[in-house]
C-alpha cells in the first residue's frame, strides 16, 4: 500500500470517525487495512476504499469491524476520582435541586439525563448511577435516564452484558463492588436492578445528528466525553462540541478529558473552573446567568436522506444540492427534530412540549403552590404560561390557551413554543390564515424546526392544495429524513394523484424508517399506532400496489 494510498484512507477515516492518524501510526494503520482486506477477501487497496466510501449495509458493517481495530477501549470504574468527586459534591447536588425545584413548582416528575459519549465497555455510565443511587434516596420516583454510546458495536454489546473482569475494579472499593456485583466465577456481573437505569447504543459523534429522539439524545442535563477528543482532529472536535450545546438543556454541563479542549473554540459554554477540573456549562438563550431554568430553541443541522434520486415528481431537489439525496440509513444517521423535545415517544408529546421533562402536562391545568401563586412575577413567566396553555389544549379550553399564549408572547416576543401552540389551536379552529401566520413566526424563531412546515402542509391539503401541501412535506423532509408521517403523507397525495409509481417510493422510504425504529415507538399523534403496526399497513398497501401493477 503506497503513500498516496495512505493518505487517502487517512482523510476517509477521519471524515467518517474524526479519529486523526498521526505519522507514527502509518505503518499500523496500513496492517490493519491490509488485514481487514483480507477478512473481506478484497485484493486491491482501491476496492477496499471505494467499499468503506459507499453508502451501503456492507460498508457499516465493515466500518464496525475496522472500529474495533482504530479506537482504544481501555476503560475502568471511577476512572479520574478527582472529576466523579466533582460531580458527587458539586455538579449532580446542582442539577438534583434544579430538579426538585421543577417539581415543587410544577408537579412535573424530577428528571435527569446523562449521556456518557464515548463510554467504551459502560463503567463511567455504571460508575455514574453508583453516584446518583447515593445522592437521591427516592430515585424510584424520578425519571432517570443514564445513556451509554460509542462508535465501537462489540464494546457496546459487553457494556449491556455488564459483567467485568477485576481489571476493572482497580480504583473500586471493595465494598462498592461486593454492594452492586455479583461474582461469577472469575468475573463479576453487575446488579440487575442498577442495569435498567442504564441505556447504551451505537452513536458516531461525527457523522450521526443529534439532538435525536430516536436515540433518546436530546434535552440532556449532563454530557460526559473524557478520553476521546484525544483522538479526534481539531475541525471535527469543533463540529461534535456544537452538536453537544444543542443536546444540552440550557444550563446544563459538558464533562470532557483534561485538556482535550482548551485550544477550541467553546462559543456556546461558560466555562466553570474547580480544583478537580474544568466543566463547561452551556449558555441560556438571549444570555441568562447559566443555571436558570429555560426554555431552549436549538435550530437543527441540515440533515440529508438516503434514497437517492426519486424522478423529476419525488425528487426533493427543490431543497437538496443537486435533487439527491446521500445519507446512510442504515447507520441509523436519524436527523435532528429541529428543537429540543420533551421526554416521551409519542408524537403528540414531541409536537406539544419542548420544556417539561418527564410526563406530559396533566389533562388540568397544574395547581401551582400557594407561594408560587402569590409571588405574581414568578407565576407570570413565559414557560408557565405556556405549559398552563398546553394544558387547557389539550382539554381543549381553546380560548384560554389563546390567552395564554399570547401573554406568554407579550413577555417573550420570540417565543417558538407559544406560536406554535397558536398555530395548532388556530388550525383546529379551522382559522387557517391565522394557524399559517403563527407558524411562519414560529418559524423566524427556529427555521429548522419541522413542526411549523408540517402543520402548513396539512392546512394546505384541507384547502385541496396539494402542490403547497408536496413543497411543504419535502421541506419537512430535507430538514429532518426520519420524520415518517411526512413520507406517509406524501405517499396518500401521490395515490390520490394517481402517481402510483412516486407513492410506492413514498411508502418504501417509510418502511426505512420504520424497520429501524423499536416496535413500540408511537407514530401517530394519539399514540394509538405504534411503529411495528404502521409498518404493517404499509407492507399491505404496498403489496396491494403492486398487485395493481402487475
Given at each position: 500500500m503506497n503513500d498516496a494510498q495512505i493518505q487517502l484512507f487517512i482523510k476517509l477515516i477521519a471524515t467518517h470517525t474524526g479519529l486523526q492518524i498521526r505519522p507514527q501510526e502509518r505503518s499500523g494503520l496500513s496492517q490493519k487495512l491490509l488485514n481487514r482486506m483480507k477478512a473481506v477477501k478484497i485484493a486491491f487497496p482501491d476496492n477496499y476504499y471505494q467499499m468503506l466510501a459507499a453508502p451501503s449495509l456492507e460498508s457499516q458493517n465493515e466500518w464496525n469491524q475496522l472500529a474495533l481495530l482504530l479506537t482504544t477501549n481501555e476503560s475502568y470504574f471511577m476512572r479520574d476520582k478527582g472529576q466523579f468527586s466533582l460531580l458527587e459534591k458539586v455538579i449532580f447536588p446542582e442539577l438534583i435541586d434544579r430538579q426538585i425545584k421543577l417539581h415543587d413548582q410544577l408537579g412535573t416528575k424530577p428528571t435527569l439525563r446523562i449521556w456518557s459519549a464515548g463510554c467504551s465497555t459502560g463503567e463511567e455510565p455504571y460508575s455514574l448511577v453508583f453516584i446518583l443511587k447515593k445522592l437521591i434516596s427516592d430515585w424510584e420516583k424520578w425519571n432517570i435516564l443514564v445513556l451509554g454510546t460509542d462508535i465501537n458495536q462489540e464494546v457496546i454489546e459487553k457494556a449491556q452484558r455488564g459483567i467485568y473482569s477485576p481489571w476493572s475494579f482497580r480504583l473500586v472499593d471493595t465494598e462498592l463492588q461486593t454492594r452492586y456485583f455479583e461474582r461469577r466465577k472469575t468475573e463479576w456481573e453487575i446488579d440487575p436492578k442498577l442495569r435498567q437505569f442504564v441505556s447504551f447504543s451505537q452513536v458516531n459523534l461525527v457523522t450521526d445528528n443529534f439532538p435525536n429522539i430516536y436515540k433518546d439524545i436530546y434535552k440532556m442535563d449532563l454530557i460526559l466525553c473524557r478520553n476521546v477528543f484525544v483522538y479526534f482532529e481539531a475541525q471535527?472536535?469543533?463540529?461534535?462540541?456544537?452538536?453537544?450545546?444543542?443536546?444540552?438543556?440550557?444550563g446544563g454541563y459538558l464533562m470532557t478529558g483534561h485538556a482535550e479542549v482548551h485550544s477550541h473554540a467553546m462559543n456556546e459554554f461558560q466555562p466553570k473552573i474547580f480544583p478537580e477540573s474544568v466543566v463547561y456549562q452551556t449558555k441560556n438563550v438571549r444570555g441568562e446567568k447559566p443555571g436558570k431554568i429555560e426554555s431552549s430553541i436549538a435550530p437543527a443541522s441540515k440533515a440529508k436522506s438516503a434514497f437517492g434520486e426519486w424522478g423529476k415528481e419525488g425528487e426533493i431537489g427543490d431543497f437538496l444540492p443537486g435533487g439527491t439525496v446521500t445519507a446512510n440509513f442504515d447507520s441509523d444517521n436519524f436527523g435532528d427534530i429541529g428543537s429540543l423535545l420533551a421526554a416521551g415517544n409519542g408524537l403528540e408529546k414531541m409536537?406539544?412540549?419542548?420544556?417539561?421533562?418527564?410526563d406530559m402536562v396533566s389533562n388540568k391545568v397544574p395547581s401551582l403552590p400557594s407561594t408560587l401563586a402569590a409571588n405574581q412575577a414568578d407565576r407570570q413567566t413565559p414557560q408557565i404560561l405556556i405549559l398552563e396553555a398546553q394544558a387547557c389544549f389539550k382539554n381543549q379550553a381553546y380560548a384560554e390557551a389563546i390567552d395564554k399564549?399570547?401573554?406568554?408572547?407579550?413577555?417573550?416576543?420570540?417565543?417558538?413554543?407559544?406560536?406554535?401552540?397558536?398555530?395548532?389551536?388556530?388550525?383546529?379552529?379551522?382559522?387557517?390564515?391565522?394557524?399559517i401566520e403563527h407558524c411562519k413566526r414560529a418559524s423566524k424563531v427556529d427555521a429548522m424546526s419541522v413542526f411549523p412546515y408540517y402543520l402548513q402542509a396539512h392546512i394546505a391539503e384541507e384547502q385541496g392544495d396539494l402542490?403547497?401541501?408536496?413543497?411543504?412535506?419535502?421541506?419537512?423532509?430535507?430538514?429532518c429524513p426520519s420524520f415518517v408521517l411526512a413520507y406517509l403523507e406524501l405517499g396518500n397525495i401521490y395515490n390520490t394523484e394517481g402517481k402510483l409509481n412516486i407513492a410506492i417510493k413514498m411508502y418504501n422510504s417509510s418502511c426505512e424508517i420504520l424497520d429501524k425504529l423499536p416496535p413500540n415507538t408511537p407514530i401517530d399523534q394519539q399514540e394509538k399506532m405504534t411503529a411495528s403496526q404502521v409498518l404493517m399497513d404499509v407492507k399491505k398497501k404496498l403489496v396491494t400496489f403492486y398487485s395493481k401493477q402487475n
Open positions: 471535527y472536535i469543533s463540529q461534535v462540541l456544537k452538536k453537544f450545546a444543542k443536546t444540552l438543556i440550557p409536537l406539544r412540549s419542548r420544556y417539561v421533562e418527564g399564549a399570547k401573554q406568554a408572547i407579550d413577555l417573550q416576543a420570540h417565543n417558538f413554543e407559544a406560536d406554535y401552540l397558536l398555530a395548532q389551536i388556530y388550525a383546529n379552529l379551522g382559522k387557517y390564515s391565522q394557524a402542490e403547497t401541501a408536496k413543497t411543504l412535506l419535502k421541506k419537512t423532509i430535507y430538514l
